[in-house]
């Protein structure tokens, strides 16, 4: 069904085309794009702002002067107040960081044995060394991940 190079190929350089496209190549677009749209539908419309912007550099200019520094408080404002939100979010839908803080919590507790170390830190090397397979291992702690009632020690 997929090449010999595997899905993980196609959805890398799916990742890799949205986050250049998304993060880089439409932000410089839709900038460019609203700027124009803003001094066609605004500026040429009104007299009196047509004879102040008469060229549509001057109007960027001054709009780039005035929007940047708008969206920096903007942006201080969401990252002193969403930020938590969305990190709270993120952490609860995050799979690999449960897998990563149940072996830890399985760790301190002493319900890890030696072939489950052996297998995180093989796969936590792997990522240092930035190598995109770090192992297929279904287990990685006692639990395999599921929360149980343990009785009092």
Known sequence: MYPSF????????WLDFRNGHSIYLIFVLTFA?????????????????????NNIIIFAILFVLMYVPIGIVLGYWHRKTQWKVEQDALFRENKVGAIMWMYVIDLIEGNVSEEDKKLMKEALL?????????????KLSKNDG???????K
Do not use: M
């Not at 803003?38 to 040429?44: C, E, G, V």
């Open 126 to 138: 792997g990522i240092t060394r930035g190598e995109t397979r770090l192992y297929r291992a279904t």
């Open 146 to 152: 599921k929360i149980e009632d343990s009785p009092d």
């Open 6 to 13: 595997g899905s993980d190929w196609f959805r890398r350089r």
């Open 33 to 53: 794009n609203f700027i124009t749209i803003q001094y066609k539908l605004l500026i040429d419309q009104i007299p009196y702002l047509a004879g102040v912007f």
